[in-house]
T-cell receptor, first 117, second 113 residues
Framework: AQKVTQAQTEISVVEKEDVTLDCVYETRDTTYYLFWYKQPPSGELVFLIR??????QNEISGRYSWNFQKSTSSFNFTITASQVVDSAVYFC??????????????FGTGTRLKVLA | DADVTQTPRNRITKTGKRIMLECSQT?????MYWYRQDPGLGLRLIYY???????NKGEISDGYSVSRQAQAKFSLSLESAIPNQTALYFC????????????FGQGTRLTVV
């Protein structure tokens, strides 16, 4: 069965520190997609990144980077030089396509990141 | 305007009352979802719909019902609200493929007293 585990419930760091948010997934399929979303204090969910199971290249976008390792079923998210505005709940999610053409998203329980000034 | 709009944004209701949460989207997508967010439990799927004629139960559908009135509209009903349905509710929509991201509404904070 599909499952996404975010073992870190809450992380606190001081501004300018680097921080890594862990995401471990379980799936039996060979084709699947992984996502990260950010939920700032205002409550909306903001899409950050998508990665497919055939692309293990790491990705960097400004201070954000993502490390996808199929060998450990992990899709970790690192924020470099964290800022107070990074304070949010971050969700990792998995989707896989079924032969019927349907799919569902499975979300992890989220990691609350607090960046202290 | 937001791609996905939920109404109301906040609601307090009494135990036993019927309440409807509404969702509309302008993305033109066929797929729509209702999720519930509780602290420590993440986002859990209540119902999902892949087109106007297709409705599916998610992992926590008991106590809820939905109606897909049109491609753009998907409403969630609590027939008889109970306090443990107090939560933040999100509507979402996504495109045709599993590789597409979901677009979420701003959420509805529901309190059942």
């Amino acid at each position: 069965a599909q499952k996404v585990t975010q073992a870190q419930t809450e992380i606190s760091v001081v501004e300018k520190e680097d921080v890594t948010l862990d995401c471990v997934y379980e799936t039996r399929d060979t084709t699947y997609y992984l996502f990260w979303y950010k939920q700032p204090p205002s409550g909306e969910l903001v899409f950050l990144i998508r990665r497919n199971s055939f692309d293990e290249q790491n990705e960097i976008s400004g201070r954000y980077s993502w490390n996808f390792q199929k060998s450990t079923s992990s899709f970790n998210f690192t924020i470099t030089a964290s800022q107070v505005v990074d304070s949010a709940v971050y969700f990792c999610a998995l989707s896989e396509a079924f032969t019927s053409g349907t799919y569902k998203y499975i979300f992890g329980t989220g990691t609350r990141l607090k960046v202290l000034a | 305007d937001a791609d996905v709009t939920q109404t109301p944004r906040n609601r307090i209701t009494k135990t036993g009352k019927r309440i409807m949460l509404e969702c509309s989207q302008t993305k033109g997508h066929d797929r729509m979802y209702w999720y519930r967010q509780d602290p420590g439990l993440g986002l859990r799927l209540i119902y999902y719909s892949f087109d106007v004629k297709d409705i599916n139960k998610g992992e926590i559908s008991d106590g809820y019902s939905v109606s897909r009135q049109a491609q753009a509209k998907f409403s969630l009903s609590l027939e008889s609200a109970i306090p443990n349905q107090t939560a933040l509710y999100f509507c979402a929509t996504s495109g045709a493929g599993a590789d597409t991201e979901a677009f979420f509404g701003q959420g509805t904070r529901l309190t059942v007293v």
